[in-house]
């Protein structure tokens, strides 16, 4: 990692013309450096993103995962959890709810059925979807939970490793 961190954005980006038909590990180093650099630096000129598609013949949503993957091999923040913060405002709705914004990838059939299933649930698929995942996160064993109490409003983390 560290000949790649030091290298400029214009040799960055040399290099991964080079390496594009290469696998993914030759160029996630590359594409997090870049990235990296290219964010730095605010938004002046050709992003990340429309450079890679255009340079590099793959999806920004591609470079972001490989960079993003390559981040968390090595211990390194992933774009997301650098540019993360806490919203300054109360994201809270008039009745004291928050809005949960989750995001996967998934083909586009996939897209498709999951949108028409929403459709179908209505009202109720936001629960579902909440209770699914809760519940299949308690089955797996050694899994980290926290917990609301909500009497008290206090954070209490559980590990089901603890009690084996």
Same mark, same amino acid.
Request: with cysteine; hydrophobic share 40%.
């Given at each position: ?10 040799q960055?980006?040399s ?17 997090y ?14 992003g ?12 920004r949503?591609? #470079? &972001? ?14 774009? =997301?959890?650098? $540019?993360?913060s *806490? ?16 995001s ?18 209505? #009202? &109720? ?7 699914t995942?809760?519940?299949?996160a308690?089955? =797996?064993p050694? $899994?980290?939970? *926290? ?7 206090t954070?209490q ?8």
């Open positions: 990692m560290s000949t790649v961190s030091g290298l400029t954005i214009t960055l980006k290099r991964l013309i080079r390496v594009a038909r290469r696998s993914r590990s030759a160029m996630a180093p590359l594409l450096q870049l990235r990296t650099k290219i964010k730095a630096q605010g938004k002046k000129g050709e990340f993103g429309v450079w890679c598609e255009k340079h590099l013949e793959i999806s949503r591609t #470079a &972001d995962r490989w960079a993003d993957e390559y981040a968390r091999k090595h211990g390194l923040k992933t774009f =997301r959890q650098m $540019a993360k *806490r919203p300054k405002q109360s994201t809270k709705t008039v009745d004291g709810k928050v809005t949960i914004q989750v996967w990838v998934a083909t586009e059939a996939e897209q498709e059925q999951f949108i028409e299933a929403m459709a179908t649930l209505g #009202a &109720d698929a936001e629960k579902l979807i909440f209770d995942v809760i519940a299949a308690k089955k =797996r050694h $899994a980290h939970q *926290r917990t609301r109490t909500s009497d008290t409003g954070d983390a559980n590990s089901r490793a603890a009690h084996a």
